[in-house]
């Protein structure tokens, strides 16, 4: 598998044993622990991520249901030097979630209790392992709903959304997790719980300590609870769906839209023709463009708001007006008028990461790149690759996301290589991220310096290693080896 390490196993840490495993039965009790031993293909699950891009070769699981119980887990295996891997719903797109080498798992699946809702302010506080599919429809008949939607709901956990800061469709509406967790509970590598689970707006009490695990991708310990400000269910949402012939028209497409929707906009998101070939190609239900003729883009307009005839109006309005024009900015264009067309028209977009799984094997950058550049590393790619793969790009234009995919049918060194590093090192000649919103993982360590200066990437270090002496929380990930670094 030409994405295993290409590096050796830290020898620091130590090999489990049969006295560790254990330890940790008397802790969890029997159906808190799985052992490859016992359950191969169980212990197998946990070491392969969503892409079977990156496999590790664990051979235990611990299952922890307690804040408890992660802190005795971590006390542990900081003193035994065992290395650990936190893992939510395993949906990461960077081989964050999966050991490298022989690491612990240590799984939140257990941990999925919903502990008190206040239908006041809308605070919620739950356990890491909440599946973020399962707190929606815990919020909605109460009035509430999440302030983050991402394709891979069914499965992913909160936990592991603050720890990878995940964007997804509706961050423009809500903003970045950064604003609506209002506190964590986490454990740190020796054992300590850290309560910040606060459920106050306003707490400037010195250093924002929580922030540091929002986004730090299991490095620095354990998310065992988080605090989440939930925003009112929107009464009304309506979906348009256009087609356009040039990128040019999609960002013309987007300033008009903030103008003239502004308010009751909740999602501008992008995908390109190659990207609806994918999905139409690989669709079970069906799926098919929404217009007889093929264009070359696609926006999907997502409006939630108080009112479904005013909204529904201003939508169909703003349709009618574009239509209008003279050189009209969109081609074609439909508003859906009910759930079931709703869905049809969001599948469309959020149904291209596993449409492009069948392809063969992907090659995924998730970059943020100003709009003026947007559409052009897809182009450059297409150039680069021509008949040796199919290139696409979809992604959250209100946020500056690209999403570029390439697949071929099965991996392809010379693809890879005409892929990497230029596509690193374009996005950083734009003072773009390397990382948008999937995180660093295992996947990007080495160009991590292609989005942050060598000063910062020290103090990461440094913070890593106040938190985590030993190393033993999530190696291998996110912060760039020594060797790494010398090559930069
Ligand atoms: P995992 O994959 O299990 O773990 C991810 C990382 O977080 C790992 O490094 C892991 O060690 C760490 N971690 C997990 N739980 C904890 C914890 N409790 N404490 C400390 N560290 C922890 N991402 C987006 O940002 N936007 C999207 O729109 C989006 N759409 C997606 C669509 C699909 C179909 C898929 C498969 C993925 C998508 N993702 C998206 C990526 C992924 O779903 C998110 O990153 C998600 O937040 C990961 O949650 P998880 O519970 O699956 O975490
Ligand atoms: C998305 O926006 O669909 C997700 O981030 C997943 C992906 O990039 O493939
Ligand atoms: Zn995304």
Redesign the pocket.
């Known amino acids: 598998n030409y994405f295993q390490a290409k590096f050796p196993r830290d020898e620091r840490f130590s090999k489990l044993t049969g006295d560790d495993v254990n330890f940790f039965k008397g802790v969890l009790g029997p159906s808190g622990v799985i052992t490859a031993e016992e359950d191969a293909d169980g212990v197998a699950s946990y070491n392969t991520?969503?892409?079977k891009k990156y496999k590790g070769n664990g051979s235990l699981v611990l299952r922890p249901k307690t804040t408890e119980q992660v802190s005795e887990i971590l006390k542990y295996a900081n003193e035994r030097k065992l290395a650990i891997?936190?893992?939510?719903?395993?949906?990461?797109?960077?081989g964050?979630?999966v050991p490298v080498f022989d690491e612990v798992v240590l799984s939140?699946a257990l941990?999925s209790h919903i502990e008190e809702f206040d239908d006041v302010s809308g605070v919620v506080t739950c356990q890491?392992?909440v599946v973020?599919g399962n707190l929606e429809s815990f919020l909605h008949p109460k009035g509430y709903t999440v302030p983050?939607?991402?394709?891979?709901k069914g499965?992913?956990?909160?936990?592991?959304?603050?720890?990878?800061?995940?964007?997804?469709?509706r961050l423009l509406r809500y903003g970045s997790l950064h604003g609506n967790v209002l506190g964590v509970e986490?454990v740190l590598a020796d054992g300590t719980i850290i309560d910040c689970a606060s459920t106050l707006r306003k707490d400037n009490t010195g250093y924002d300590i929580k922030q540091l695990?929002i986004g730090?991708?299991?490095?620095?310990?354990?998310?065992?609870k988080v605090v989440l400000l939930t925003p009112p269910k929107p009464q009304a949402v309506n979906v348009a769906f256009f087609g356009l012939r040039t990128f040019e028209d999609v960002k013309k497409l987007f300033t008009r839209t903030k103008q003239e929707l502004g308010e009751i906009l909740s999602a501008f998101e992008f995908v390109d023709r190659g990207s609806i070939e994918l999905v139409v190609k690989h669709s079970k239900t069906g799926a098919r463009d929404p217009f007889g003729d093929a264009y070359p883009f696609y926006v999907l307009i997502e409006t939630s708001g108080s009112s479904k005839e005013h909204d529904e109006e201003k939508l169909n309005t703003f349709l009618e007006k574009l239509l209008g024009e003279e050189d009209s900015l969109i081609c074609d264009g439909t508003v859906a008028q009910q759930t079931s067309q709703i869905q049809s028209l969001w599948s469309l977009r959020?149904s291209v990461?596993?449409s492009l799984q069948r392809e063969g094997a992907v090659y995924k950058y998730?970059i943020s790149i100003p709009l003026n550049k947007f559409y052009e590393i897809v182009e450059i790619m297409r150039e680069r690759i021509g008949d040796k793969g199919n290139v696409v790009g979809y992604g959250?234009i209100g946020d500056s996301n690209l999403h570029l995919n390439i697949s071929s049918p099965k991996f392809d060194p010379e693809v890879y290589s005409l892929i990497e590093p230029y596509v690193y090192e374009y996005t950083s000649k734009q003072r773009g991220s390397v990382s948008?919103?999937?995180?660093i993982?295992v996947m990007k360590p080495h160009v991590l310096h292609c989005s942050k200066s060598h000063a910062a990437i020290q103090l990461m270090k440094n913070v890593k290693k106040a938190m985590d002496p030993n190393g033993i929380?999530?190696p291998y990930?996110?912060l760039p080896t020594h060797e790494e670094e010398k090559i930069n």
Do not use: R, Y
């Not at 983050?148 to 891979?152: C, I, N, T, W």
């Open positions: 991520d969503w892409m891997v936190p893992q939510g719903g395993n949906t990461g797109l960077v964050g979630s939140t941990m890491a392992g973020l983050l939607d991402l394709g891979a499965s992913c956990h909160i936990g592991g959304n603050v720890a990878t800061n995940a964007g997804g469709l986490a695990f730090s991708e299991g490095t620095l310990g354990i998310i065992t959020e990461p596993e998730d959250h948008a919103e999937h995180g993982g929380l999530n990930k996110v």
